[in-house]
């Protein structure tokens, strides 16, 4: 193991000595001032394209999973009998949710 000297690095005492020069003319910050407003201004053009992106996709795959949903769910009433009938009501879809949620906790009981 190497021991650090207590001595200071002239490079890096030099480099502390030098800045602390003068502030920057009031040229550089108004640069740097037009540099971040452009980047919000970016920012918020990315954001509102991804939204609309997203908002218009939203609304083209709508329909096709809902039409997806209805079509699995008939098929599986029509397989299950009165069973996937019960399944699909209010009550039964609470039923169901219920014995899934209560398997989860035996699953997770078991794993921990």
């Known amino acids: 193991m190497t021991a650090i000297p207590d001595e200071l690095d002239?490079?890096?005492?030099?480099l502390f000595a030098e800045a602390h020069g003068p502030l920057p003319a009031d040229a550089f910050l108004q640069i740097i001032e037009q540099r971040l407003h452009q980047s919000r201004?970016?920012?918020?053009?990315?954001?509102?394209t991804a939204a609309v992106?997203?908002?218009?996709?939203?609304?083209?795959?709508t329909p096709l999973v809902v039409r997806g949903s209805l079509v699995l769910a008939q098929?599986?009433?029509e397989g299950a009998g009165g069973f996937g009938t019960a399944l699909l009501s209010p009550l039964g879809a609470a039923g169901a949710m219920a014995a899934t949620l209560y398997a989860l906790r035996k699953v997770h009981a078991v794993l921990a």
């Not at 201004?41 to 509102?48: D, E, K």
């Open 10 to 14: 002239p490079l890096l005492s030099r």
């Open 41 to 48: 201004r970016r920012q918020l053009r990315w954001g509102v």
């Open 53 to 61: 992106a997203l908002g218009a996709s939203v609304l083209l795959l």
């Open 75 to 77: 098929y599986f009433a």
